[in-house]
T-cell receptor, first 113, second 112 residues
């Protein structure tokens, strides 16, 4: 039972490069989320998808875009990476966005030089 | 002022001790409360999930919510070295938003 799978686990980019972080869940969850985790800042929501076909901005959406490809997959794209986007990125999913807890992947460690 | 406050620790305890981890919050609209455990270089793992006030027990873990004081706690009985991790609290309003607010985490070390 894989749960939430994120790829890649590690990535180093140069400023200005683009990349897409992939996330897939096999729990038949309706809602999916992207967070970033920085020291002393806690987890901050970047974007979320309450259900297939919808996406909405979270707390820190600038510099990112997302695609809910289907019910299982939710990708996060950095169009032009900046050093401020160096962080650990977590994908999460939940059965419902309203009153169900979120389950997290193992994270992607991203460094922007 | 942050909506959710959590002491970063580290909190060091001997094996077998009872551990108390706490979060305070400022928004009385929070109704759902969660505790996550995060091992180093891993994703957060859901430990406890409670709605509104009261206690919830699961094995060695007890979650307690005191809405009148805007205070939640996680108790770990008979702590083990394998409990050494960072513990995150999270909370959410009942309606109107899908946003979870996370604490910054408390780092726990259980010494053998």
């Amino acid at each position: 039972n894989a749960g939430v799978t994120q790829t890649p686990k590690f990535q180093v980019l140069k400023t200005g490069q683009s990349m897409t972080l992939q996330c897939a869940q096999d729990m038949n969850h309706n809602s999916m989320y992207w967070y970033r985790q920085d020291p002393g800042m806690g987890l901050r929501l970047i974007y979320y998808s309450a259900s297939e076909g919808t996406t909405d901005k979270g707390e820190v959406p600038n510099g990112y875009n997302v695609s809910r490809l289907n019910k299982r997959e939710f990708s996060l794209r950095l169009e032009s990476a900046a050093p401020s986007q160096t962080s650990v990125y977590f994908c999460a999913s939940s059965l419902s966005p309203v009153n169900q807890p979120q389950h997290f992947g193992v994270g992607t460690r991203l460094s922007i030089l | 002022q942050k909506e959710v406050e959590q002491d970063p620790g580290p909190l060091s305890v001997p094996e077998g001790a009872i551990v108390s981890l706490n979060c305070t919050y400022s928004n009385s609209a929070f109704q759902y409360f969660m505790w996550y455990r995060q091992y180093s270089r891993k994703g957060p793992e859901l430990l406890m999930y409670t709605y509104s006030s009261g206690n919830k027990e699961d094995g060695r873990f007890t979650a307690q919510v005191d809405k009148s004081s805007k205070y939640i706690s996680l108790f770990i009985r008979d702590s083990q070295p394998s409990d050494s991790a960072t513990y995150l609290c999270a909370m959410k309003k009942n309606s109107g938003t899908y946003k979870y607010i996370f604490g910054t985490g408390t780092r726990l070390k259980v010494l053998a």
